[in-house]
């Protein structure tokens, strides 16, 4: 089957080339950005793919949008910040088409600070990656979007795709601020109210689950330094909440 590829960027530069060199072997790649500052267009077009620009959606309609433009059914929707490796790339394109199928799983393996995380939770990371667009299609959430698919039409994927999202603890802290405001801003939309206590006490209780529960502490202490910024976030969300609701 023919597959086209949906990618959306904002200041990828660092990323784009590699991630867009994974999956040259498909049949086209769409890309939709949302206002890149750096070379990120230009290194997109300079490999051959279709670029469409837009002003910032949210997460679920701006990838939607890159879906929507693309030319065949089946579409693998991946991030800049992702590579797909070569028995991955092999695996898809033996795929045959089917109405019994309509969305593959693809576990991503995901490095932090340069280490392959293992535990922390992230070992349990199973997103649909790989979809049918004529009965699939991304919910309209602002962040951490999802797949919208019947799960029984929903098969895996034996090889990973590998994801570099924060090589370094600015990146990981600039992405905090972005996804925290999203979050915030979709939560005041739904008419959420929460105080400043419940703020602090997520965000305890989210370290607990990613340092214990989730085995972060097996991780070393790149996972404890996962485990303390996973909790920022979540108490950076609900303060940012508390804080709207009370303006």
Partial sequence: MKISVAIITKNEENNIERCISSIKNFDEVVVV??????????????????????????????KQLAVSNTKNDWVLSIDADEVLTKQLVEEISALSDSTEILAYK??????????LIKFSGWQNDYP??????????????????????????????????????????????????????????????????????????SGFVKFLKTY??????????????????SSFYSFLKYCKLWLMNKK
């Avoid at 997109?44 to 309609?61: A, Q, S, Y």
């Avoid at 990656?129 to 009965?135: D, E, G, S």
């Avoid at 989730?214 to 202490?221: A, E, H, I, S, V």
């Fill in 33 to 62: 950005d949302s206002g890149s500052s750096d070379n990120t267009v230009d290194i997109c077009r300079r490999l051959n793919c279709k670029v469409i620009n837009t002003e910032w959606l949210g997460f679920g309609p701006t």
């Fill in 212 to 229: 214990f529960f989730k085995l972060g502490f097996l991780d070393g202490k790149v996972g404890l330094i996962l485990a303390v910024n």
């Fill in 106 to 115: 693809i576990k991503r393996r995901s490095f932090y600070l340069g280490k």
């Fill in 128 to 201: 649909i990656r790989l979809f049918n667009k004529c009965y699939v299609n991304f919910d309209d959430k602002l962040v951490h979007e999802k797949v919208i698919v019947n799960e029984s039409k929903v098969a895996m994927i034996e090889n990973s795709i590998l994801h570099y999202p924060y090589p370094d603890i600015h990146s990981h802290i600039a992405k905090i601020n972005t996804y925290t405001n999203l979050g915030a801003r979709e939560l005041k939309e739904k008419g959420v109210r929460k105080n400043f206590l419940f703020a602090f006490i």
